[in-house]
């Protein structure tokens, strides 16, 4: 159902926030825009520009809408970008909703006879272009809040397909906490075979029933990122439960050592900006690792504290220059680094410009994130998103990003040298797992083995499904963790990729505009006769 009430007052208080409301205490009584969907803000400020992205950072718990942002990434120009373009290709067309509950089982697979009880579920329907007969596009939760019904790409095919949109919130992010807590202990309940469990079988037959759907409505799965990767396994698990899905920039294998993400930083940046990259690493470890002010003075410049293990300030270095190819922001990370005399400049003056750089895109606040924290992520009492994302790491998918040995080989050839520093290894990130969560598994290379257990389940980079498409994107360095060749496992798992520079994660799942690269056009083009065509099916 529309709620266009809700969008004008919500417009409507906006308005007043903005002319009655000169002074920061005024601003503090303003109606909170918490539970305002993501595609209203879009619509706020494309048709008021009296609600600008400080109005919406001002009013909310969130920076702006996570446009597949991580959330302690999203309050810098990099999200202001988004935001942006966003707004500019957003429909004004109402797409109201509200967050809705529902009851989810807390344990599946709980013995028989036991009560698991259960656990309030977050979602978001958006009605909007709905008629009978029309599919359900099915959008799934990921490692971060869900704050309102699928937009973008999957919005506009919706409106072409008279489609239902429904996006649920993965168990233990956001409000949808089974048990109400995040000691390591109930997060065993945290795993991928629950998750899907949550989505398939219990939401929908329990949506379907409550919304009298009628019988045979087609579900269709989308989901990007590690969602991605679920979209494809949804289909192994459950393949009556929908009819296809779109994994974009899924990451269906589950890489313990996964060296290769540096690497692919290495080769999409070129050797130019490799080599300014490298610069800054080693300019940040000869003051840290000199100790007393320098160290101070290196961390400061990211608003870290001098006690910051070393481990996890270099971690968060590496993921702030890397996050910017992955989120299709190459050019402007190179153009800055490479601006610099390395010959003649200081070190200081290195770590000056890189930390300008950072706070720049990811915002002020980026370095003192709770995630790259292992003492913050160590107290379950610290909010649930960072700490669940780590336990998946942990526990089940791995994706350990560590820095490419001296002399290290794959398939016979050397790997370039490494960007991030040799800190960030592999003894560091699986004894942070154990700081993190203490002895949640016995057995130390747990880790690993639990990682191939998902493979040997699911396929890892060759997966077992049967109607699903692969998008991926050049820059990404992700595509590491995808459909490995023959990409086009078969005719019912076909893949496209997007060579194209600046073309970073999830990137199909933005609006569609009339500038996007032609590479990222063929891929959705691909996809949508893949869409229509199993929609088509009987």
Same mark, same amino acid.
């Given at each position: ?19 009655? !409301? ?231 294998? *589950? ?12 080769? *999409? ?84 410009? *890189? ?14 994130? !709770?995630?790259?924290?292992?003492? !913050? ?16 790491? !942990? ?7 560590? *820095? ?135």
């Amino acid at each position: 159902v529309v709620a266009s009430a809700m969008l004008a007052a919500c417009i409507a208080s906006a308005d007043v926030v903005e002319s009655s !409301c000169p002074s920061e205490e005024c601003r503090k009584q303003a109606p909170d825009m918490r539970d305002v969907p993501d595609v209203l803000l879009l619509q706020m400020s494309s048709k008021h520009g009296s609600v600008t992205f400080e109005e919406i950072e001002a009013h909310s718990d969130r920076p702006a809408a996570g446009f597949n942002l991580p959330p302690w990434a999203a309050g810098g120009e990099i999200a202001r970008r988004i935001f942006r373009e966003e707004a500019a290709y957003q429909p004004l067309a109402s797409a109201a909703s509200t967050a809705r509950y529902w009851h989810a089982p807390v344990d599946h697979f709980a013995p028989q006879g036991k009560v698991g009880g259960t656990f309030r579920q977050k979602f978001y329907a958006n009605w909007e272009f709905f008629k009978k007969g029309g599919p359900v596009f099915f959008e799934l939760g990921g490692e971060s809040p869900v704050r309102g019904p699928p937009g973008g790409f999957t919005r506009r095919l919706a409106s072409e397909r008279a489609a239902l949109l429904v996006v649920v919130e993965h168990r233990f992010y956001g409000d949808s906490i089974p048990n109400g807590s995040m000691n390591s202990s109930n997060l065993k309940l945290l795993t991928v075979d629950q998750a899907l469990a949550d989505y398939a079988a219990a939401f929908i037959d329990w949506y379907s029933a409550e919304e009298r759907l009628p019988k045979g409505t087609k579900w269709f799965i989308f989901g990007g990122s590690y969602p991605g990767a679920l979209a494809s396994w949804f289909r192994i698990a459950y393949p009556d439960k929908s009819v296809g899905s779109l994994s974009s920039s899924g990451v269906v294998n *589950a890489i313990f050592d996964f060296v290769m993400f540096d690497v692919s930083i290495t080769r *999409a940046i070129g050797p130019r900006c490799a080599e300014a990259h490298r610069a800054i690493t080693t300019a940040f470890e000869s003051f840290v690792l000199a100790r007393g002010a320098d160290e101070a003075f290196a961390k400061a410049l990211l608003g870290c504290r001098p006690g910051m293990l070393d481990g996890d300030f270099f971690y968060m270095l590496a993921d702030a220059l890397a996050m910017m190819v992955q989120y299709s922001s190459k050019s402007i990370l190179c153009s800055n680094i490479t601006g610099l005399d390395y010959e003649s400049v200081t070190a200081k003056a290195i770590m000056e410009n *890189a930390a300008a750089l950072i706070k720049d895109s990811w915002g002020a606040h980026f370095g003192t994130s !709770c995630f790259y924290d292992t003492a !913050c992520i160590s107290d379950p009492t610290n909010g649930p998103n960072d700490r669940a994302w780590r336990w998946q790491k !942990c526990y089940e998918l791995a994706y350990l990003q560590s *820095a490419p040995l001296p002399n290290q080989l794959e398939d016979g050839q050397p790997l370039p040298k490494p960007l991030r520093s040799s800190l960030v290894n592999m003894s560091y990130m699986v004894g942070q797992c154990y700081a993190m969560f203490g002895e949640f598994n016995a057995i130390r290379g747990a880790i690993e083995e639990s990682a191939a257990k998902i493979n040997a389940q699911f396929g890892g980079p060759q997966p077992k499904a049967r109607k699903v498409f692969y998008s991926n994107f050049a820059d990404d360095p992700w595509m590491e963790a995808s459909v490995m060749p023959p990409r086009d496992v078969d005719d019912e798992q076909p893949y496209e990729a997007a060579l194209c520079d600046d073309c970073g994660h999830c990137m199909d799942l933005h609006t569609p505009r009339s500038s996007d690269p032609v590479e990222l056009q063929q891929v959705r083009a691909r996809f949508t006769k893949y869409l229509d065509s199993w929609l088509a099916e009987e």
